[in-house]
């Protein structure tokens, strides 16, 4: 009796100890850059985030616009210095035809936008306004051309009309509607989606065609001065790389892509609010689940690219769920909690730590559409807590990161488990180190032991997002419920910081 009582007494002690997380960082082992595009954003003409979300049209009177573009959204997009723009699809890029939407607004056809919502748009928002709002954003357009449904003269001629800075058809056509300068547009994609929405295709048919698309996608012989970026799988599609990988010649691709989003089922999506732990553990399985998929297509392509010339772009990430009650189903309206924080900040440090290879990524979508960083209603707008996520991890970018060793505690539901923390580093141009940490565990502090290498580390501030509930959202009428504040859970000792973090945190530390 008395060996059983000392028995409990032990394992209610272990049971209680704080948890101890340990990472390492390799301050004097950073060699690769983070790629500031990593940090990029999709907008598609898909419910209201063309629409209603960027652009309002040229005579709104009620909602402050810069030639139709919301002038609130492009403030806080700036703020999140957002290094590029893809567009105008996903499916709907394949469907696309780029000179229905130039010239006079009057004059231009309508089209049906078959994938979402089957709605007639009147192209009010085509090649122009795009432009237009990457210029008022300060970011780099990422077109997608379409391959499913349109031809290769097509692309070629859209290259032209954005690029040629020459005399061409195409350019005198540009300066017909307005503008004399080209905008030398680097980033585009073949298609989208080919194993799909994109044309249903078999890899090696796509390989073909892509690598007769690429050939004509140039600016006058200048080939290498686009980046071309081929449409890849969708997350454990890996065949699909490999096919591409084996019969695209190097030089014709600049990148490859990928897709995979944080789904439960495509036929039960779950609710994007009312969720249980359950369902949590389950979107961070498939959301962790990002990085089996990235290390098994970089080792595929490592094995045709071992130069890595090739960057694996992966141009749509982030949660899908069930569509907001009482809206469109073809809309992909979700609201946005800090479950999509969560996301949000362990996608990142993945494409963080894996910056050697992935050199792009962008999350569906930025405005009213499916993990978005703004939610729009007429005149009011809301950031949410994925916003705010890529705000805090935005000073990684163009940062070389730190090598780091993590030893992670476990958050276990059920007979599953997952690791508690997710962690990357980076180190900037005056020699800030910033760590981000996100403790995935939904009802347990987690405690970290960080040890810096290779930098001595004089002083330490902190950011953190957490909310009292992981369900927890920002309204229309409540919208800083959820927001950025000091983090007071990080001290330094000598090159060891000491960290507390809550449950369903995010948390990034600067260290000078
Ligand atoms: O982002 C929504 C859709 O998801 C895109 O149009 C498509 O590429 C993907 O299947």
């Given at each position: 009796m008395k060996n059983l009582l000392f028995l409990s007494f032990i394992l209610l002690t272990v049971n209680y100890l704080p948890a101890q997380n340990q990472v390492v960082l390799n301050v004097d082992l950073a060699e690769h850059q983070i790629s500031r595009h990593i940090y990029g954003h999709f907008s598609e003409h898909l419910g209201r985030c063309i629409y209603d979300g960027f652009y309002v049209g040229d005579n709104n009177e009620l909602?402050?616009?810069?030639?139709?573009v919301r002038t609130d959204v492009v403030k806080a997009l700036k703020k999140l210095q957002i290094p590029n723009l893809r567009w105008p699809g996903g499916c709907f890029a394949d469907t696309y035809h780029w000179k229905d939407g130039i010239g006079p607004k009057a004059k231009r056809p309508t089209i049906v936008n078959a994938w979402w919502g089957g709605i007639t748009e009147?192209?009010?928002?085509?090649?122009?306004?795009?432009?237009?709002?990457?210029?008022?954003?300060?970011?780099e357009p990422?077109?997608?051309?379409?391959?499913?449904?349109?031809?290769?003269q097509e692309l070629a001629d859209w290259i032209q009309y954005t690029n040629a800075g020459y005399e061409s058809p195409m350019s005198k056509l540009r300066t017909e509607n307005g503008h004399a300068e080209p905008w030398t547009v680097k980033y585009w994609g073949a298609g989208n989606e080919a194993w799909g929405c994109g044309g249903n295709m078999r890899p090696e048919y796509y390989a073909d065609l892509y690598r007769q698309y690429a050939t004509y996608m140039q600016t006058a012989g200048k080939g290498?001065?686009?980046?071309r970026i081929a449409a890849g799988g969708y997350s454990d599609h890996y065949t699909w790389t490999e096919v591409l990988m084996k019969n695209i010649p190097l030089k014709l691709m600049e990148g490859i892509s990928l897709h995979h989003y944080s789904v439960l089922s495509w036929t039960d999506k779950g609710p994007s609010t009312e969720f249980t732990e359950d369902h949590y553990f389950a979107t961070m399985q498939k959301a962790l689940a990002m990085e089996t998929h990235i290390q098994k297509h970089s080792n595929i392509m490592n094995k045709y690219d071992p130069e890595k010339t090739?960057?694996?772009?992966?141009?749509?990430?982030?949660?899908?769920?069930?569509?907001?009650?009482?809206?469109?189903?073809?809309?992909?309206?979700?609201?946005?909690?800090?479950?999509?924080a969560m996301i949000a900040g362990t996608t990142l440090n993945i494409f963080n730590n894996h910056c050697e290879r992935v050199k792009m990524a962008n999350l569906a979508q930025t405005i009213n559409v499916l993990q978005a960083v703004i939610l729009t209603q007429e005149e009011k707008m809301l950031l949410t807590p994925t916003y705010h996520v890529m705000e805090m991890y935005k000073v990684h970018q163009g940062a070389m990161m730190i090598p780091i060793h993590i030893k992670s505690e476990v958050y276990q539901v059920g007979k599953d488990s997952l690791e508690a923390i997710s962690v990357s580093a980076s180190i900037n141009k005056e020699g800030k180190v910033h760590i981000s940490l996100v403790n995935i565990h939904a009802n347990q502090t987690e405690k970290v032991a960080i040890s810096?290498?290779?930098?001595?580390?004089?002083?330490?501030?902190?950011?953190?997002?957490?909310?009292?509930?992981?369900?927890a959202y920002n309204t229309f009428d409540a919208p800083n419920k959820i927001q950025v504040s000091n983090f007071q859970g990080a001290s330094l000792d000598g090159d060891k910081v000491s960290v507390d973090l809550p449950p369903f945190s995010v948390v990034v530390l600067e260290v000078e």
């Open positions: 909602i402050p616009n810069n030639k139709g009147d192209n009010s928002f085509g090649t122009h306004e795009f432009l237009e709002l990457c210029e008022q954003l300060d970011t990422f077109i997608s051309g379409n391959v499913g449904s349109g031809t290769v290498s001065d686009l980046y090739v960057g694996l772009i992966v141009d749509e990430w982030g949660g899908w769920y069930e569509v907001e009650p009482g809206t469109n189903p073809g809309f992909l309206y979700q609201q946005n909690t800090m479950r999509d810096i290498r290779g930098m001595t580390a004089k002083n330490i501030t902190g950011r953190i997002l957490n909310a009292n509930k992981l369900q």
